[in-house]
């Protein structure tokens, strides 16, 4: 039995102007452009390898070694996309193997756990998608295959750039122009780092795919934000990465996750995705960026109550005077730094303390459940890790 | 000495169409109209008598038997408007005493807690202007009254009428037509009841003097909001209200809730002031109303955290049936009804809760630290209660 198999990692990505609406919800085409930090992924990524063999019975996915239906809509949409582009090769060059006909097997796993509310679906289809396509060697470059993660996952089109990633929403009924770009590489702005503050909350609201239609159908505010807030601030946020100010692209940051709960909100019945500790993070970044007299650091809320925080390496010590302060208790601090840093940390805010002012609840790190200490990061990588026997075809775990 | 005595009493009001943001903050002219119902003077209301004598020697006030400043603008543009419209009587009458001459001793007080976030504002201006317009047998109509009110706190010149009320947000610079008019009389539709739920909270947010600027300088929806949804909303609540159509006026008054919130939150920094307690009796209205498959219950929240619930009094029994169970450990019940009413709320529960699908959380009662059991009540009262001292113009109480 011949087994051709793929791998790739792909990369969380966190929206900084937020897609929440669509025009056409079977082929997950946007109301509104948007902008994401892509994620380190030492810290979040999916692994998947996709393997073909013309002796596989069916399609069959393994998430995390358990396996899964690969019956939803969404799925297929995209193999059948990639299947078709393969096609296309295959009838340009009678040489190739047919696997546009055969089965798939594909095996994917997270390297943190999908219930932390962190946009798993994302790194799950952008790692689909590209495994996939590099098993069957499209030559299509990432904003295209961006239109096939797409339409698995709206925001997944974003994670197969790295740094600072565009999802220009495009105008055409058929979705061919609502795809990703790059706005800023990784490397040209390095510097953006990400605390993660996962927040326990007891009940789950409104899920997104159901949220977002209800926004569309009910909010009254909706449309302004569309029409006008969105696209004016989707200009001014590229604008501001490419010329890495991030005083600049942290205030437009808060306004648009403000902005996107206020539509939550307005809808009827109303969304609410933050809770009473999301409200104190809020405050706490207020109070920090007051008190260094400078903004240092940047809230985001997707959603669900867990905060994301930006900020530049050159203010960690800054930020984390405080963060670590009030959440020392908290998981996530200790596989990142050492004893002395995090003693610099508290030395840190020692030395500002008698300044402080503004409120600081002793209590938040109750809401708080762990840290997740990451920074922006690069797209897909190609990885020598493989979740499938070359032999057998099934997922090596099991 | 000759002391001149007028007493009043003047409600509280609880706006339906929220007022939320000053075109003018002198006078406090109004973003947009709102509407409100006027809550019975039993459970919530201010008394004010107002005395004046040519022997006093200054501006005196007591609020609650306490000594307050009378130096501040918005009160003084009152008691200034008040003694313009007395002096122009004077004028054309020379036989009236020159009472507009005279220093007055105003005392006040609340059948209420003030720090419960009960809108004591609005009752203790309305009583103020309607206790020293009668001490000046002024003419002039509650509409024209309610301009003066307006000038102490916007939502004071609501206060004037019983019922439900519309503040006309007017369109000359002066406010000459800023002011309050009665859309429907209490004894046309006397059903109407509240339900207060006092939300118990660590911390208040921004004042909402403060707070209403700050949305109208920064949040990028909010002119929306007063441009097109607003007026649309006023004409279909007025609508609602003269028709006595519950439903229709339910959803109107919790998207404007939901809305004005909404706008908060889209300010910069955001205010808050739902918290946790207040999404839970939100998702709890939803659930009550989806259970009955019919909208008998609305909230809707003012600057604060608290909720007022309107409903019908026909629909009591279905809505205690869940108010009830959730909050019979919260004071506010006995002083309303007897056991044998308590245990038919407990039992209209006990019946329907086989039924109840949806979520209902125990620990309510934790964020809740009492209940305000009132309805729909009258305009200012005249009242026999005085309480100044007609030999020494001070207040009884001292």
Known sequence: MSVHIASTTAPVNIATLKYWGKRDTALNLPTNSSISVTLAQEDLRTLTSAATSASFERDTLWLNGKEESLDNKRTQDCLQDLRDLRRALEEQDKSLEPLSQWKL?????????TAAGLASSAAGFAALVVAIA???????DMSALSKVARKGSGSACRSLFGGFVAWEMGEQADGSDSQAVQVLPLDKWPEMKAAILVVSDAKKDTSSTSGMQRTVHTSDLFKERVDTVVPRRFNEMKEAIVQRDFPRFAELTMRDSNSFHATCLDSYPPIFYLNDTSRKIIR??????????ETIVAYTFDAGPNAVLYYEEKNEQKLFAFLYHLLSGVDGWKSKYGDEQLKAFSDAFSEASEKVEFYLDDELYKGISRVILTRAGPGPQDTTECLIDETSGLPKAL
Chains 1, 2 share one sequence.
Do not use: T
Request: aromatic content about 16%.
């Open 105 to 113: 097997h594909i095996a994917s796993e997270n390297n943190f756990p």
């Open 134 to 140: 590099k098993l069957y060697q499209l030559p299509q």
């Open 284 to 293: 706490l970044v207020d109070g920090i960026n007051a008190f260094y007299n």
